[in-house]
Nanobody, 127 residues
């Protein structure tokens, strides 16, 4: 059974930091592209960041470039999103996603290109 379990969300003041983690099981994590998406109230789900299964490539949304970093630990089947200098507009439910890709360097930013999803963790940034 595939599971993606996010943790680390919470309430933080603007300018603060949070680290989200996602623990994966039930599929071949070491051969899966991992991504983070978010959905704010009343808005569509949007891409935040992704890391290839080789770990050699990353991609970030323009809105978080330079503030967020993504990393993965294949030994622990976890992917993390370090979020710094948080802004109120970063408030959203953050979802971890996994995509089964052929090449270790593949990076996808579209939600439809991911196969498995977590339940999400809420991040609230107060002004």
């Amino acid at each position: 059974q595939v599971q993606l379990v996010e943790s680390g969300g919470g309430l933080v003041q603007a300018g603060g930091s949070l680290r989200l983690s996602c623990e994966a099981s039930g599929f071949t994590f070491s051969r899966s592209l991992m991504g983070w998406f978010r959905q704010a109230p009343g808005k569509e789900r949007e891409f935040v960041a992704a890391i290839s299964w080789s770990g050699g490539r990353t991609s970030f949304a323009d809105s978080v470039e330079g503030r967020f970093t993504i990393s993965r630990d294949s030994a622990k089947s976890t992917v993390s999103l370090q979020m710094n200098t948080l802004k109120p507009e970063d408030t959203a439910v953050y979802y971890c996603a996994a995509g089964l890709t052929f090449r270790g360097t593949d990076i996808f930013t579209g939600a439809l290109q991911y196969d498995f999803w977590g339940q999400g963790t809420l991040v609230t940034v107060s002004s």
